[in-house]
């Protein structure tokens, strides 16, 4: 009874990449008609729960801290590659998807992914507890990243608005690029025990118990398939984002929403995998997915659009407006004072989703 749904798991996480992939050479550089689009989002769906299974797999296999690292990398790729793509077809209205997409992943892993996951693991054992080292350097760095990128263009003068100069905008990426780097030297080299998970008594959690490592032959099939259905997603969240752009126009929304939708359907597994490592008591690792995938989201994204933007027509404006900034200031201000104890309760949990709520509205009415 165990291996069925084991046997019907590894079926569907095998059909749905490759499905994708072949959905997409069918589509590519076709206008698709509503019934296609239905079809070709339900299999986008598909493809990133199956991504991140395969992740998660891999993840297992080569343990933590170094597993939230997978997943993080998976999604932000996924991320960078969904904005370039939208920013090439978009036109002038895509000058600001970067940094609405960006922002809106900021927003989402560190007060909607930590809020759920500090609430779900303090309701289920109490208090919720983390390493404060490991999870405050990377607060910091998330923070710092945060404001040299999305900050620091809004009060700039070498060009008009929001916007850095081409000066600046190579600084902004080399420095996001060095400190990702450093970051990733602390995770998984000089201080990987701090970003292990923590036991009530403060000892670190070095092996899992819950089942056993999958083989190499298993991680490197993962892999691949993994590969599969990143390409599968980023290609057909291509071929229908004119019809999240429709449909967002339609509705009157501001164009900023778009880059919410966006970041929300890339971060929506992790979100699912860091719910599960809260529910089994792990929250450092959930903590890993959620600070890890928004620095990444920043390091690698910005990088990747101030190089795109080489050939990309149309201005890249980074600057948050004052309300962003206040949220932003607001939420790096209330984490610290979530991480310094090492422990939380469901109201420090609650606080982080009321944050997440006040951006999800501010954003539907500006």
């Known amino acids: 009874m165990i291996t069925r749904p084991r046997a019907l798991m590894a ?4 059909a749905v990449p490759v499905a994708a992939i ?29 991504a991140v299974h395969h992740a998660e797999v891999v993840a297992h296999r080569v343990g933590e801290p170094f597993g939230s690292l997978v997943l993080a990398v998976a999604v932000t790729i996924i991320e960078v590659a969904l904005i370039v793509t939208l920013m090439a077809d978009g036109g002038d209205k895509s000058s600001t998807l970067a940094r609405d997409t960006v922002f809106a992943a900021v927003m989402i892993t560190c007060n909607g992914v930590v809020g759920l996951s500090l609430l779900a693991a303090s309701l289920r054992h109490r208090t919720a507890v983390f390493n404060p080292e490991g999870t405050g350097a990377a607060l910091a760095t998330v923070a710092t990243l945060a404001t040299l990128s999305l900050v620091l263009p809004t009060f700039t003068t070498s060009r008009p608005g929001p916007e850095f100069s081409t000066v600046q905008l190579t600084f902004a990426a080399l420095s996001s690029l060095v400190l990702y780097g450093l970051f990733i030297a602390t995770l998984t080299v000089r201080h990987r025990d701090y970003f292990l998970p923590v036991t009530r008594q403060g000892r670190a959690i070095t092996a899992e118990d819950h089942a056993d490592a999958p083989s190499s032959r298993t991680a490197l099939i993962s892999l691949g398939l993994l590969g599969l259905a990143l390409i599968g997603v980023v290609g057909l969240a291509k071929g229908v984002s004119p019809t999240i752009e429709e449909g967002v126009d339609a ?20 979100t699912i995998a860091a719910l599960r490592s809260a529910r089994r008591d792990r929250v450092q690792t959930s903590l890993n997915l959620a600070l890890g995938s928004s620095m990444a989201s920043i390091g690698l994204t910005i990088p990747a659009v101030a190089l795109a933007s080489v050939w990309l027509p149309g201005p890249l404006v980074l600057g948050l407006g004052s309300v962003h900034m206040v949220l932003l200031a607001l939420t790096v201000v209330v984490a ?9 309760t469901p109201l420090q949990g609650g606080v982080h989703l009321v944050l997440f709520a006040a951006y999800l509205e501010l954003a539907i009415n500006p």
Do not use: K, Y
Request: hydrophobic letters at 65%.
């Open 251 to 270: 509705a009157g929304l501001h164009h900023a929403v778009v880059g919410v939708i966006i970041a929300l359907l890339v971060l929506l597994p992790e």
């Open 11 to 14: 079926r569907w996480t095998t």
């Open 336 to 344: 610290s004072l979530t991480v310094v104890p090492g422990r939380a």
């Open 22 to 50: 072949v959905l997409l050479v069918l589509t590519w550089g076709r206008d698709l008609p509503g019934a296609v689009v239905a079809l070709v989002t339900l299999v986008l769906a598909g493809a990133v729960l199956a």
